[in-house]
């Protein structure tokens, strides 16, 4: 074992409690691409803010639109080695809580529970109603746009129903910014996996992690900005490297 993947062994199993917190780099080896990466989707095409969205039918369509464009992509996925030892160090208890940037629900799906998953940036994998909540799948949106081209309101409140993502210029949810704060401060040992740590306000956290004096690890194939205040630093592959250090195919 390299002596970097070691020492990450090591301090896992030193750690009473572990938050784990992830970015697009630990889902970019299952085949969803970072959108935000150069190249990536957001950077060809102009995002559709929060704003634009409540606004303009026509920016709801194309929301849409866009986002069955990925729907193949984002049923195919699946849990890679990364993740899998992300559920292991849930399943032993060595983790509390999984806090991601990531919208595509792949920690649920290798076996983290759902309430342990706090998602920054919502969920892709459903819809919902924004006015009263409702739940919506994504396969019955996709039927009825076909359909009809337009873009799908609430049958109970006639609301418009948007993915259950966070949106530029939509605010952060409270609940998960609270719940995300009071795991970091609760742990003792934080480990930042596949985010190169620029987006605020999710980047905070491992920055908050170090303020307190509370060990971090990152592990990101790029250098990041909070290279510096981590007490490990891995630049390497994410399954590989979570595998060997958990001990999980
Ligand atoms: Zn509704």
């Known amino acids: 074992m390299e002596p970097d993947i070691a020492e990450l062994k090591r301090m896992i ?13 630990i889902s970019t080896e299952s085949g969803i691409p970072d959108f935000r990466s150069p190249g990536g989707i957001w950077t060809r095409m102009r995002p559709i803010d929060f704003s634009e969205f409540m606004s303009s039918e026509e920016a709801r369509r194309e929301s849409w639109r866009r986002r069955f464009a990925t729907d193949g992509t984002m ?4 849990p890679n080695r990364g993740h899998r030892a992300v559920a292991t160090l849930m399943n032993r208890g060595k983790a509390g809580a999984v806090i991601t940037q990531n919208i595509d629900g792949l920690h649920q799906a290798s076996g983290v529970p759902a309430d342990r998953v706090i998602e920054l940036h919502g969920n892709t994998t459903y819809a919902h109603c924004l006015d009263c909540g409702q739940r919506y799948e994504i396969e019955d949106i996709r039927i009825e746009f076909e359909r009809t081209g337009d873009a799908p309101n609430c049958q109970l409140c006639g609301g418009y129903v ?66 510096p205040y981590a007490d490990l630093v891995l630049h390497r592959e994410i399954g590989v490297t979570l595998g060997e250090a958990v001990g999980n195919n």
């Open 13 to 25: 199993e030193e750690a009473a409690r572990i938050v784990i917190f992830t970015g697009a780099g």
């Open 75 to 78: 049923r195919e996925a699946e």
């Open 162 to 227: 948007k993915t259950a993502t966070i949106s530029f210029g939509q605010s952060m949810p409270p609940a998960a910014m609270i719940r995300a704060e009071q795991e970091t401060l609760g742990c003792d040992l934080f480990i930042a996996i596949g985010s190169s740590l620029v987006v605020y306000p999710a980047a905070g956290f491992p920055e908050l992690a170090a303020r307190n004096g509370i060990r971090l690890v990152i592990l990101n194939r790029e250098p990041t900005g909070l290279d």
